[in-house]
T-cell receptor, first 112, second 110 residues
Framework: GEDVEQSLFLSVREGDSSVINCTYT??????LYWYKQEPGAGLQLLTY?????DMKQDQRLTVLLNKKDKHLSLRIADTQTGDSAIYFC????????????FGSGTRLQVQP | EADIYQTPRYLVIGTGKKITLECSQT?????MYWYQQDPGMELHLIHY???????EKGDLSSESTVSRIRTEHFPLTLESARPSHTSQYLC?????????FGSGTRLTVV
């Protein structure tokens, strides 16, 4: 079945860049997503990338996709204390009856 | 602004009680999902629906049931709560790209 893996924890200093990594196994994945979860809240969609793209940039966020290695990363530039949260990657088809598969989440801690 | 609502936000209940967690969305999404989230963060899909009168079990057998009588409403029922059901329950809906999540219900069974 589908599997998505992430490292559990990342600590950075305020102002540095953060890079959160994710690997997935399903080569038929059409879209890959990054979600953010703040304490006591649900997941918020941050950005997504279509599988035929290598990179997508949205303000401080850069998503890189290496489809050959099935590796996805999220780079946050100029990381702020408000970026402290859990970040989930997810993969899934654009249509069809399969639900998204989520990674186990990476807890980002930003030190002031 | 949240367009998907979960109630209650917090619930403490005794073992053996029957409970229903509510989820409603105002976006007209056909697809709706229930996830159980571990204290260790991982999300487990427990039920999903692709439209009215359509429900399917997910990866985790949680001894719960769901119904989808109306597009906007997808309640989750535990017939007999147990301490092992203590968790965060997240509802989500979607139509095309990605899901919109509710704020969750944190359930504690004592």
């Amino acid at each position: 079945g589908e599997d998505v893996e992430q490292s559990l924890f990342l600590s950075v200093r305020e102002g540095d860049s953060s890079v959160i990594n994710c690997t997935y196994t399903d080569s038929s994945s059409t879209y890959l997503y990054w979600y953010k979860q703040e304490p006591g809240a649900g997941l918020q969609l941050l950005t997504y990338i279509f599988s035929n793209m290598d990179m997508k940039q949205d303000q401080r966020l850069t998503v890189l996709l290496n489809k050959k290695d099935k590796h996805l990363s999220l780079r946050i530039a100029d990381t702020q204390t408000g970026d402290s949260a859990i970040y989930f990657c997810a993969e899934g088809p654009d249509t069809g009856r399969r639900a998204l598969t989520f990674g186990s989440g990476t807890r980002l801690q930003v030190q002031p | 602004e949240a367009d998907i609502y979960q109630t209650p936000r917090y619930l403490v209940i005794g073992t053996g009680k029957k409970i229903t967690l509510e989820c409603s969305q105002t976006m007209g999404h056909d697809k709706m999902y229930w996830y159980q989230q571990d204290p260790g963060m991982e999300l487990h899909l427990i039920h999903y629906s692709y439209g009215v009168n359509s429900t399917e079990k997910g990866d985790l057998s949680s001894e719960s049931t769901v119904s989808r009588i109306r597009t906007e409403h997808f309640p989750l029922t535990l017939e007999s709560a147990r301490p092992s059901h203590t968790s965060q329950y997240l509802c989500a809906s979607g139509r095309g790209l990605g899901y919109t999540f509710g704020s969750g219900t944190r359930l504690t069974v004592v």
